[in-house]
C-alpha cells in the first residue's frame, strides 16, 4: 500500500521520500535518514501492518520527530489505539491523525477513499496530500473529516465490518448458483447482475473478474484469514448492545474455513447418536 502510495503521490507531483525496512523499495535505510531527509515541519504517513508494528514506528518516530511535525496513521489500526498516540505526540507538540484507506491494490490507478479523524487544522494541513491520494473529482464523494483522534479508524472499522457482511452474502449466493444443475451459467449470471441490477458492486465486479481468472476457483483453498477488524466491529456492536447478526456471521464463516476436521461438529453428531441413536460419520470415510 504505502509503495503504491508513494508512487500515486509522486505523480500529482508531491516530494515524497518513503521508508520500508525491505532494502529493495526503500529510499532510506532507516527512520532517522527518513526524517532526516524531510524538510520540517514534516508530514509523516505511516503504512505499515497494524498492532504492535505501528506502535514501534509511531513509538520512534515520536522521539524523531519536532514540534511542529503532523504524523498520519493510514493502516488499518483499532481505534482504541489512535487516543494512546495522539497523547504520546502531542506532549511533543506533534500533530496526529488517523486516516482510514480505503481500495487495496487498486488504489494507485483510482485512488483510495479516505477517512480521517483528527483535528481540522491538522485536516487541513494534510489536504494537498489527502487530494492526490483519493479519486479526482468531488472531495465528498471520496474523502470524509469524520470526527477527532480515533473517528477515522472508527469509519473504516465499520466500512471493513460491511465489507465481511457483504462478500459473504455474495459468497454464499456464488454457492447455491453453483450446486443448482438448473444453473448452466454461473458466470453469465453473475456478469449479467453487473449492470441495472440491485445488487450491482464493486464487489460483484471483482467476483465476475476472480472467475474470468479461475472459473471454478480450483486454484485457491477455502481457507480466509482475518486481520482484525471483523473482529473488533463485532466487539463494538457488543460494547454498543447493536444487533450485527450479518457481519457477525461473516466473521465466524472465516474460522470455520479454517477448521478441517470441526470439534464442535463432532459432538452434535455425537451428542445426536447418544439421545436419538442417529448414525454418525466414521472418521476418515
Ligand atoms: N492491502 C490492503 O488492501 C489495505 C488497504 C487499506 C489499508 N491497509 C492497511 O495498510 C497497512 C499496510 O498494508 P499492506 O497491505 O501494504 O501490508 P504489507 O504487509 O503488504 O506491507 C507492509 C509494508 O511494511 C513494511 N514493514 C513492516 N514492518 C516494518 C517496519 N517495522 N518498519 C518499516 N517498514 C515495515 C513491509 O516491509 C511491507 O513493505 C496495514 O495496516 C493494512 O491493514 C491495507
Ligand atoms: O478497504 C479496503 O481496502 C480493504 O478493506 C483493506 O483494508 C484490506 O483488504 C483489509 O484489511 C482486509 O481485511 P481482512 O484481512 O480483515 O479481510
Known sequence: ??????????????????????????????????????????????????????????????????????????????????????????AKNIGFMDVGVSGGVWGLENGYGLMAGGAKEDVDRALPVLDALRPEGDR?????????????????????????????AYAEGYELLAKKEIIEDLPGTFRAWQKGTVVRSWLLDLMVKALDEDPGLESIDDYVEDSGEGRWTVEEAIANAVPAPAITAALFARFSSREDNSPAMKMVSALRHQFGGHATKPAGS
Open 140 to 168: 465528498a464523494d471520496s474523502f470524509v473529516h469524520v470526527g477527532g483522534v480515533g473517528a477515522g479508524h472508527y469509519a473504516k472499522m465499520v466500512h471493513n465490518g460491511i465489507e465481511y457482511g457483504l462478500m459473504q
Open 1 to 90: 500500500m504505502g509503495f503504491n502510495m508513494r508512487a500515486r503521490l509522486r505523480a500529482a507531483g508531491i516530494d515524497v521520500t518513503g521508508y520500508d525496512r525491505n532494502p529493495d523499495v526503500t529510499d532510506v535505510p532507516n527512520l532517522a535518514e527518513l526524517v532526516k531527509a524531510v524538510p520540517s515541519p514534516r508530514l509523516i504517513w505511516v503504512m505499515v501492518p497494524s498492532g504492535e508494528i505501528t506502535n514501534s514506528v509511531i513509538t520512534e518516530l515520536s522521539v524523531l520527530l519536532e514540534p511542529g511535525d503532523l504524523l498520519v496513521d493510514g493502516g488499518n489500526s483499532r481505534f482504541t489505539e489512535d487516543q494512546k498516540h495522539g497523547e504520546m505526540l502531542a
